[in-house]
Protein backbone atom coordinates (compact mmCIF):
# COMPACT_ATOMS: atom_id res chain seq x y z
CA UNK A 1 0.00 0.00 0.00
CA UNK A 2 3.19 2.37 1.07
CA UNK A 3 4.31 1.69 -2.65
CA UNK A 4 1.38 2.36 -5.02
CA UNK A 5 1.09 5.73 -2.26
CA UNK A 6 4.67 6.85 -3.17
CA UNK A 7 4.10 5.42 -6.84
CA UNK A 8 0.45 8.21 -6.82
CA UNK A 9 2.45 11.27 -5.93
CA UNK A 10 5.10 10.44 -8.30
CA UNK A 11 3.62 9.51 -11.29
CA UNK A 12 4.55 12.63 -12.84
CA UNK A 13 8.09 11.32 -13.33
CA UNK A 14 6.79 7.89 -14.46
CA UNK A 15 6.19 8.25 -17.80
CA UNK A 16 9.51 7.33 -19.10
CA UNK A 17 10.15 4.62 -17.43
CA UNK A 18 7.14 3.21 -18.29
CA UNK A 19 8.13 3.65 -21.66
CA UNK A 20 11.33 2.36 -20.63
CA UNK A 21 9.29 -1.05 -19.29
CA UNK A 22 7.61 -1.31 -22.54
CA UNK A 23 10.76 -1.02 -24.38
CA UNK A 24 12.17 -4.09 -22.54
CA UNK A 25 9.24 -5.93 -23.22
CA UNK A 26 9.75 -5.18 -27.16
CA UNK A 27 13.75 -6.10 -26.96
CA UNK A 28 13.56 -8.92 -24.65
CA UNK A 29 12.55 -11.55 -26.93
CA UNK A 30 15.49 -10.96 -29.23
CA UNK A 31 17.98 -10.14 -26.51
CA UNK A 32 16.87 -14.23 -25.25
CA UNK A 33 17.59 -15.26 -28.84
CA UNK A 34 21.08 -13.84 -29.55
CA UNK A 35 22.29 -15.01 -25.30
CA UNK A 36 20.61 -18.45 -26.49
CA UNK A 37 23.23 -18.94 -29.78
CA UNK A 38 26.19 -17.60 -26.90
CA UNK A 39 26.63 -14.17 -27.00
CA UNK A 40 27.13 -12.21 -23.71
CA UNK A 41 23.70 -10.35 -22.53
CA UNK A 42 25.70 -7.17 -22.54
CA UNK A 43 27.02 -7.64 -26.22
CA UNK A 44 23.77 -8.68 -27.68
CA UNK A 45 21.43 -5.68 -25.86
CA UNK A 46 24.21 -3.49 -27.86
CA UNK A 47 23.49 -5.61 -30.98
CA UNK A 48 19.94 -5.28 -30.29
CA UNK A 49 19.83 -1.61 -29.86
CA UNK A 50 22.69 -0.85 -32.53
CA UNK A 51 19.76 -2.52 -34.86
CA UNK A 52 16.72 -0.22 -33.07
CA UNK A 53 18.41 2.88 -33.87
CA UNK A 54 19.44 1.69 -37.28
CA UNK A 55 15.57 0.96 -37.98
CA UNK A 56 14.47 3.94 -36.00
CA UNK A 57 16.70 6.19 -38.37
CA UNK A 58 16.02 4.92 -41.74
CA UNK A 59 11.78 4.61 -40.42
CA UNK A 60 12.21 8.30 -40.08
CA UNK A 61 14.39 9.05 -42.56
CA UNK A 62 11.41 7.72 -45.20
CA UNK A 63 8.69 9.33 -43.33
CA UNK A 64 9.96 12.60 -41.48
CA UNK A 65 10.23 14.36 -44.71
CA UNK A 66 7.00 13.76 -46.58
CA UNK A 67 4.96 14.28 -43.18
CA UNK A 68 6.64 17.49 -42.64
CA UNK A 69 6.36 18.90 -46.02
CA UNK A 70 2.38 17.82 -45.91
CA UNK A 71 2.17 19.22 -42.18
CA UNK A 72 3.29 22.85 -43.95
CA UNK A 73 1.17 22.63 -47.18
CA UNK A 74 -1.70 21.74 -44.57
CA UNK A 75 -0.81 24.88 -42.43
CA UNK A 76 -0.37 27.25 -45.65
CA UNK A 77 -3.87 25.99 -47.43
CA UNK A 78 -5.78 26.00 -44.34
CA UNK A 79 -7.47 29.36 -44.66
CA UNK A 80 -8.50 28.36 -47.95
CA UNK A 81 -9.54 24.64 -46.72
CA UNK A 82 -11.54 26.34 -44.32
CA UNK A 83 -13.32 29.19 -47.17
CA UNK A 84 -14.21 26.22 -49.32
CA UNK A 85 -15.74 24.27 -46.06
CA UNK A 86 -17.38 27.68 -45.44
CA UNK A 87 -18.65 27.54 -48.48
CA UNK A 88 -20.27 24.36 -49.06
CA UNK A 89 -22.48 24.67 -45.39
CA UNK A 90 -23.96 27.42 -47.03
CA UNK A 91 -24.84 25.58 -49.45
CA UNK A 92 -26.28 22.97 -47.15
CA UNK A 93 -27.88 25.80 -45.78
CA UNK A 94 -29.85 26.74 -48.80
CA UNK A 95 -30.42 23.24 -49.73
CA UNK A 96 -32.02 22.46 -46.22
CA UNK A 97 -33.86 25.79 -45.86
CA UNK A 98 -36.09 23.66 -49.10
CA UNK A 99 -36.97 20.87 -47.07
CA UNK A 100 -40.51 21.08 -45.69
CA UNK A 101 -39.25 20.06 -41.67
CA UNK A 102 -40.88 20.50 -38.34
CA UNK A 103 -39.96 24.01 -37.06
CA UNK A 104 -37.91 22.53 -33.90
CA UNK A 105 -35.98 20.42 -36.02
CA UNK A 106 -35.76 23.03 -38.77
CA UNK A 107 -34.47 25.19 -35.99
CA UNK A 108 -32.11 22.70 -34.25
CA UNK A 109 -30.63 21.65 -37.65
CA UNK A 110 -30.02 25.08 -38.29
CA UNK A 111 -27.94 26.15 -35.22
CA UNK A 112 -26.00 23.09 -35.95
CA UNK A 113 -25.19 24.26 -39.08
CA UNK A 114 -24.35 27.78 -38.07
CA UNK A 115 -22.29 26.46 -35.51
CA UNK A 116 -20.21 24.58 -37.75
CA UNK A 117 -19.98 27.75 -40.21
CA UNK A 118 -18.81 29.66 -37.37
CA UNK A 119 -16.30 27.18 -36.27
CA UNK A 120 -18.78 27.06 -32.59
CA UNK A 121 -18.91 31.55 -33.13
CA UNK A 122 -16.03 34.00 -34.36
CA UNK A 123 -14.67 31.84 -37.22
CA UNK A 124 -11.54 30.14 -36.51
CA UNK A 125 -9.21 31.66 -34.06
CA UNK A 126 -5.24 30.76 -33.71
CA UNK A 127 -5.70 31.03 -30.19
CA UNK A 128 -7.17 27.95 -29.90
CA UNK A 129 -4.56 26.28 -30.49
CA UNK A 130 -2.72 27.56 -27.47
CA UNK A 131 -3.16 23.88 -26.20
CA UNK A 132 -1.25 22.54 -28.67
CA UNK A 133 1.67 25.29 -28.36
CA UNK A 134 1.54 23.98 -24.70
CA UNK A 135 1.54 20.29 -25.59
CA UNK A 136 4.30 20.72 -27.70
CA UNK A 137 6.72 22.97 -24.98
CA UNK A 138 5.91 20.20 -22.39
CA UNK A 139 7.34 17.34 -25.08
CA UNK A 140 10.18 19.40 -25.57
CA UNK A 141 10.82 19.48 -21.98
CA UNK A 142 10.43 15.72 -21.52
CA UNK A 143 13.17 15.00 -24.08
CA UNK A 144 15.95 14.94 -21.07
CA UNK A 145 13.68 12.65 -19.57
CA UNK A 146 13.45 10.60 -21.92
CA UNK A 147 17.15 10.23 -22.14
CA UNK A 148 17.62 7.96 -19.64
CA UNK A 149 14.93 5.34 -20.60
CA UNK A 150 17.38 3.35 -22.87
CA UNK A 151 20.05 3.36 -20.13
CA UNK A 152 17.50 2.55 -17.30
CA UNK A 153 16.74 -0.25 -19.86
CA UNK A 154 19.60 -1.51 -20.59
CA UNK A 155 20.38 -2.19 -16.99
CA UNK A 156 16.78 -3.82 -16.79
CA UNK A 157 17.62 -6.53 -19.80
CA UNK A 158 21.25 -7.16 -18.69
CA UNK A 159 20.18 -7.91 -15.00
CA UNK A 160 16.78 -9.62 -15.64
CA UNK A 161 17.29 -13.12 -14.53
CA UNK A 162 18.90 -11.21 -10.50
CA UNK A 163 15.66 -9.39 -10.93
CA UNK A 164 13.19 -11.79 -11.58
CA UNK A 165 14.62 -14.40 -8.87
CA UNK A 166 15.12 -11.33 -6.31
CA UNK A 167 11.30 -10.57 -7.07
CA UNK A 168 10.37 -14.37 -6.30
CA UNK A 169 12.47 -14.46 -3.17
CA UNK A 170 10.61 -11.50 -1.81
CA UNK A 171 7.09 -13.01 -1.98
CA UNK A 172 6.42 -15.33 0.65
CA UNK A 173 6.51 -19.34 0.03
CA UNK A 174 2.63 -19.67 0.29
CA UNK A 175 1.76 -16.51 -1.80
CA UNK A 176 4.67 -17.71 -4.73
CA UNK A 177 2.39 -19.70 -6.90
CA UNK A 178 -0.98 -16.87 -7.32
CA UNK A 179 1.12 -13.84 -7.27
CA UNK A 180 3.27 -15.16 -10.18
CA UNK A 181 0.03 -16.52 -11.95
CA UNK A 182 -1.62 -13.31 -11.58
CA UNK A 183 2.24 -11.29 -12.91
CA UNK A 184 1.55 -13.84 -16.17
CA UNK A 185 -1.86 -13.09 -16.69
CA UNK A 186 -1.09 -9.52 -16.89
CA UNK A 187 1.92 -10.49 -19.34
CA UNK A 188 -0.03 -12.64 -21.83
CA UNK A 189 -2.61 -9.46 -21.76
CA UNK A 190 0.05 -6.53 -22.58
CA UNK A 191 1.67 -8.55 -24.39
CA UNK A 192 -0.41 -9.37 -27.09
CA UNK A 193 -1.86 -6.11 -26.19
CA UNK A 194 1.11 -4.35 -27.03
CA UNK A 195 2.31 -6.80 -29.90
CA UNK A 196 -1.32 -6.16 -32.12
CA UNK A 197 -1.37 -3.03 -31.05
CA UNK A 198 2.30 -1.95 -33.38
CA UNK A 199 1.13 -4.23 -35.60
CA UNK A 200 -2.30 -3.28 -36.17
CA UNK A 201 -0.88 0.70 -36.21
CA UNK A 202 1.70 0.24 -38.79
CA UNK A 203 -1.31 -1.91 -40.70
CA UNK A 204 -3.93 0.66 -40.77
CA UNK A 205 -1.35 3.48 -41.37
CA UNK A 206 -0.21 1.86 -44.61
CA UNK A 207 -3.70 0.49 -45.62
CA UNK A 208 -4.93 4.04 -45.50
CA UNK A 209 -2.38 5.87 -47.33
CA UNK A 210 -2.38 2.81 -50.18
CA UNK A 211 -6.48 3.99 -49.90
CA UNK A 212 -5.90 7.87 -49.87
CA UNK A 213 -3.70 7.04 -52.47
CA UNK A 214 -6.05 5.40 -54.64
CA UNK A 215 -8.44 8.19 -54.05
CA UNK A 216 -6.32 10.98 -55.09
CA UNK A 217 -8.36 9.58 -58.47
CA UNK A 218 -11.19 10.64 -57.39
CA UNK A 219 -9.73 14.13 -56.32
CA UNK A 220 -6.04 15.04 -55.94
CA UNK A 221 -5.95 16.76 -52.43
CA UNK A 222 -6.31 13.67 -50.55
CA UNK A 223 -3.16 12.62 -52.30
CA UNK A 224 -1.45 15.71 -51.24
CA UNK A 225 -2.15 14.72 -47.54
CA UNK A 226 -1.91 11.13 -47.67
CA UNK A 227 1.16 10.57 -45.64
CA UNK A 228 -0.64 13.59 -43.15
CA UNK A 229 -3.53 11.38 -42.70
CA UNK A 230 -2.01 7.85 -42.94
CA UNK A 231 0.01 8.64 -39.79
CA UNK A 232 -3.37 10.15 -37.49
CA UNK A 233 -5.19 6.52 -38.77
CA UNK A 234 -2.18 5.20 -37.27
CA UNK A 235 -1.62 6.75 -34.18
CA UNK A 236 -5.43 6.62 -33.32
CA UNK A 237 -5.73 3.24 -34.10
CA UNK A 238 -4.51 2.75 -30.21
CA UNK A 239 -7.62 4.47 -28.61
CA UNK A 240 -10.13 1.13 -29.55
CA UNK A 241 -13.84 1.95 -30.80
CA UNK A 242 -13.57 5.69 -30.89
CA UNK A 243 -10.06 5.98 -32.47
CA UNK A 244 -10.96 5.10 -36.15
CA UNK A 245 -14.12 7.14 -36.23
CA UNK A 246 -11.83 10.37 -34.75
CA UNK A 247 -9.16 9.76 -37.49
CA UNK A 248 -12.21 9.83 -40.07
CA UNK A 249 -13.08 13.14 -39.56
CA UNK A 250 -10.26 14.92 -41.14
CA UNK A 251 -10.32 13.24 -44.00
CA UNK A 252 -14.18 13.72 -44.42
CA UNK A 253 -13.42 17.41 -43.84
CA UNK A 254 -11.40 17.37 -46.48
CA UNK A 255 -13.53 15.81 -48.94
CA UNK A 256 -16.09 18.08 -47.73
CA UNK A 257 -14.51 21.13 -49.66
CA UNK A 258 -14.28 18.96 -52.74
CA UNK A 259 -17.90 19.64 -52.87
CA UNK A 260 -18.44 16.17 -54.41
CA UNK A 261 -20.61 13.41 -52.73
CA UNK A 262 -18.76 10.99 -54.37
CA UNK A 263 -15.35 12.00 -52.35
CA UNK A 264 -17.14 11.86 -48.93
CA UNK A 265 -19.22 8.49 -49.96
CA UNK A 266 -15.55 7.36 -50.89
CA UNK A 267 -13.78 7.94 -47.27
CA UNK A 268 -16.54 6.11 -45.54
CA UNK A 269 -16.30 3.60 -47.69
CA UNK A 270 -12.28 3.39 -47.26
CA UNK A 271 -12.47 3.42 -43.69
CA UNK A 272 -15.40 0.80 -42.92
CA UNK A 273 -13.02 -1.67 -45.23
CA UNK A 274 -10.14 -0.92 -43.32
CA UNK A 275 -11.61 -1.46 -40.19
CA UNK A 276 -13.09 -4.52 -41.61
CA UNK A 277 -10.45 -5.63 -42.28
CA UNK A 278 -8.34 -5.17 -39.90
CA UNK A 279 -11.37 -6.56 -37.38
CA UNK A 280 -11.71 -9.88 -39.30
CA UNK A 281 -8.30 -10.37 -40.32
CA UNK A 282 -5.56 -8.82 -37.85
CA UNK A 283 -6.85 -9.02 -34.82
CA UNK A 284 -8.19 -12.17 -34.69
CA UNK A 285 -4.54 -13.77 -35.22
CA UNK A 286 -2.67 -11.04 -33.49
CA UNK A 287 -4.27 -10.69 -30.44
CA UNK A 288 -6.48 -13.79 -30.14
CA UNK A 289 -9.09 -13.32 -27.66
CA UNK A 290 -6.54 -11.90 -24.92
CA UNK A 291 -8.52 -8.33 -24.72
CA UNK A 292 -11.44 -9.47 -26.89
CA UNK A 293 -14.23 -7.67 -24.86
CA UNK A 294 -18.14 -6.59 -25.39
CA UNK A 295 -18.03 -3.32 -26.96
CA UNK A 296 -19.98 -1.97 -24.23
CA UNK A 297 -17.47 -2.89 -21.35
CA UNK A 298 -15.13 -1.24 -23.68
CA UNK A 299 -16.61 2.05 -24.10
CA UNK A 300 -16.94 2.15 -19.92
CA UNK A 301 -13.37 1.27 -19.60
CA UNK A 302 -12.18 3.98 -22.00
CA UNK A 303 -14.65 6.64 -20.38
CA UNK A 304 -13.10 5.55 -16.81
CA UNK A 305 -9.66 5.73 -18.50
CA UNK A 306 -9.87 8.92 -19.50
CA UNK A 307 -11.19 10.19 -16.91
CA UNK A 308 -8.53 9.13 -14.68
CA UNK A 309 -5.12 9.49 -16.86
CA UNK A 310 -6.48 11.83 -20.27
CA UNK A 311 -5.33 10.05 -23.57
CA UNK A 312 -2.97 7.68 -21.96
CA UNK A 313 -6.41 5.96 -19.72
CA UNK A 314 -8.01 6.17 -22.76
CA UNK A 315 -5.28 4.25 -24.73
CA UNK A 316 -4.53 1.48 -21.69
CA UNK A 317 -8.03 1.39 -20.60
CA UNK A 318 -8.71 -1.90 -22.36
CA UNK A 319 -5.42 -3.94 -21.66
CA UNK A 320 -6.15 -3.10 -18.02
CA UNK A 321 -10.06 -4.10 -18.07
CA UNK A 322 -8.89 -7.31 -19.65
CA UNK A 323 -6.18 -8.05 -17.07
CA UNK A 324 -8.96 -7.39 -14.47
CA UNK A 325 -11.07 -9.51 -15.94
CA UNK A 326 -8.67 -12.62 -16.37
CA UNK A 327 -7.68 -12.07 -13.02
CA UNK A 328 -11.24 -12.39 -11.19
CA UNK A 329 -11.60 -15.30 -13.11
CA UNK A 330 -8.64 -16.59 -11.55
CA UNK A 331 -9.46 -15.78 -8.09
CA UNK A 332 -12.66 -17.11 -8.41
CA UNK A 333 -11.72 -20.13 -9.77
CA UNK A 334 -8.94 -20.59 -6.52
CA UNK A 335 -11.47 -19.49 -4.15
CA UNK A 336 -13.85 -22.49 -5.09
CA UNK A 337 -10.86 -24.73 -3.97
CA UNK A 338 -9.26 -25.29 -7.31
CA UNK A 339 -5.51 -25.51 -6.78
CA UNK A 340 -3.20 -22.93 -8.69
CA UNK A 341 -2.07 -25.81 -11.44
CA UNK A 342 -5.45 -26.16 -12.07
CA UNK A 343 -6.38 -22.88 -12.70
CA UNK A 344 -6.73 -20.50 -15.45
CA UNK A 345 -3.52 -18.38 -16.35
CA UNK A 346 -1.36 -20.66 -14.28
CA UNK A 347 2.18 -20.21 -14.81
CA UNK A 348 4.80 -21.49 -11.89
CA UNK A 349 7.91 -19.14 -10.51
CA UNK A 350 11.16 -19.41 -10.99
CA UNK A 351 12.40 -22.21 -9.22
CA UNK A 352 9.06 -23.94 -8.86
CA UNK A 353 10.20 -27.55 -8.73
CA UNK A 354 12.39 -27.20 -6.19
CA UNK A 355 10.74 -24.13 -4.13
CA UNK A 356 7.38 -24.48 -4.62
CA UNK A 357 6.03 -28.11 -6.39
CA UNK A 358 7.26 -29.96 -3.57
CA UNK A 359 5.47 -28.38 -0.65
CA UNK A 360 2.92 -28.78 -2.69
CA UNK A 361 2.63 -31.69 -3.34
CA UNK A 362 3.38 -32.34 0.16
CA UNK A 363 0.15 -30.77 1.00
CA UNK A 364 -1.47 -32.51 -1.65
CA UNK A 365 -0.78 -35.91 -0.39
CA UNK A 366 -3.90 -37.57 2.18
CA UNK A 367 -3.86 -37.65 5.81
CA UNK A 368 -3.92 -41.64 5.77
CA UNK A 369 -1.57 -41.83 3.39
CA UNK A 370 0.92 -40.79 6.29
CA UNK A 371 0.39 -44.86 7.62
CA UNK A 372 1.55 -46.40 4.61
CA UNK A 373 4.71 -44.31 4.84
CA UNK A 374 6.49 -47.16 6.55
CA UNK A 375 5.87 -49.45 4.42
CA UNK A 376 6.81 -47.95 2.07
CA UNK A 377 10.21 -47.21 3.30
CA UNK A 378 10.22 -50.81 4.44
CA UNK A 379 10.10 -51.99 1.23
CA UNK A 380 12.60 -49.30 0.04
CA UNK A 381 14.97 -50.28 2.23
CA UNK A 382 14.23 -54.08 2.02
CA UNK A 383 15.01 -53.74 -1.92
CA UNK A 384 17.85 -51.55 -1.38
CA UNK A 385 19.43 -54.29 0.72
CA UNK A 386 19.39 -57.04 -1.13
CA UNK A 387 20.22 -55.30 -4.16
CA UNK A 388 23.21 -55.05 -1.75
Known amino acids: MLLLIVLYMGRSALGPFILGALLVYILDPLVGWLTRRGLRRGLAILIVYTLVIVVLVEGLTLLFGPLVRQV ?3 VDDLPALLDALEAQLSELVLMFDRLQLPRLLHDYIAAFIASLASGGGGGFDIGSLAPLYSGVAAALRNLLALAIVPIWAFYLLKDRDRLLTAMRDGIPADWREDAWSVMAICERVFGRWLRGQIVLCFAVGIA ?33 IIGPIISMVPTLLLAATTGRVEAIVAVVVLYVIVQQLENQLLVPRIQGGAVEMHPAIVILALAIGASIAGLIGAIFALPV ?5 DIVRYVFQRSSGRSPADSTGYRPPPGAP ?20 PDADASTSGGLASGA
Request: proline share 5%.
Open 321 to 325: AAAAR
Open 208 to 240: TFAGLMALSLVDPIFGRFAVLLAVIAGILELVP
Open 354 to 373: ALVFADAMAAAIPAEAGAQA
Open 72 to 74: IDF
